[in-house]
């Protein structure tokens, strides 16, 4: 994994290995976090979600974890399988009022080898 | 319906050239998005439309003008671009029920500005 606030734009894994992709937010007040995978050629597509009032949350092989005290965001992917390969985005709703604005952190591109 | 459509999927066009960009979603959204990526790049939040109004603009020059002509579709008119436009247009939505934050991607409009 990554230190806070140091972005790794590549991360490689061996198949069946866990992975943890990092991403630091900088807005204290924004509530609620994205993890989105992008393959090449297509939009993000969602993964999971967590809000600000939650520390841990688990889905199928993915689990989001936020450090509200050091707004740090983590996804781990269990079992990583090469079709896991993909860049992966934090994204943070920055909105107000009732309009969305999901802001994207840098991205991490992983690469699954055989 | 979990869809979100853009069309045409590659665009290349002139300096001088008009064209438009359509997004179509079937979902009941609220809001939908425009987003702009550059290589290797994190989406770049460019316009969103609420309930068919334009909420947010992220000052975006004037050569690229949204319109949202109903609930399910969202337009991006383009006119003299310029070569640094060319880029991933992607489009969204989001809104209704409970995770209504979660923005749903389409696969984008590749655009190549000549």
């Known amino acids: 994994g990554e230190s806070v606030g140091l972005h790794l734009p590549t991360l490689s894994v061996q198949e069946g290995d866990n992975s943890i992709i990092n991403c630091a937010y900088s807005?204290?007040?924004?509530?609620?976090f994205i993890w989105y995978k992008q393959e090449s050629g297509k939009g993000p597509q969602f993964i999971i979600d967590?809000?600000?009032?939650?520390d841990k949350r688990q889905g199928q092989r993915v689990t989001v974890l936020l450090n509200k005290t050091v707004k740090h965001l983590s996804l781990q992917i269990a079992a990583t399988q090469p079709g896991d390969s993909a860049v992966y985005f934090c994204a943070e709703n920055r909105g107000q009022g009732g309009s969305e604005k999901l802001v994207f952190g840098k991205g991490t591109k992983l690469t699954v080898n055989p | 319906d979990t869809e979100v459509t853009q069309t045409p999927k590659h665009l290349v066009m002139g300096m001088t050239n008009k064209k438009s960009l359509k997004c179509e979603q079937h979902?009941?959204?609220?809001?939908m998005y425009w987003y702009k990526q550059k290589a290797k790049k994190p989406p770049e939040l460019m316009f969103v439309y609420s309930y068919e109004k334009l909420s947010i603009n992220e000052s975006v020059p004037s050569r690229f003008s949204p319109e949202c002509p109903n609930s399910s579709l969202l337009n991006l008119h383009l006119h003299a671009l310029q070569p640094e436009d060319s880029a991933l247009y992607l489009c969204a939505s989001s809104g209704k029920g409970t995770g209504g934050e979660k923005l749903f991607f389409g696969s984008g409009t590749q655009l190549s500005v000549l």
């Open positions: 979902m009941g959204h609220r809001a």
């Open positions: 807005n204290s007040a924004s509530d609620y």
């Open positions: 967590i809000r600000s009032n939650m």
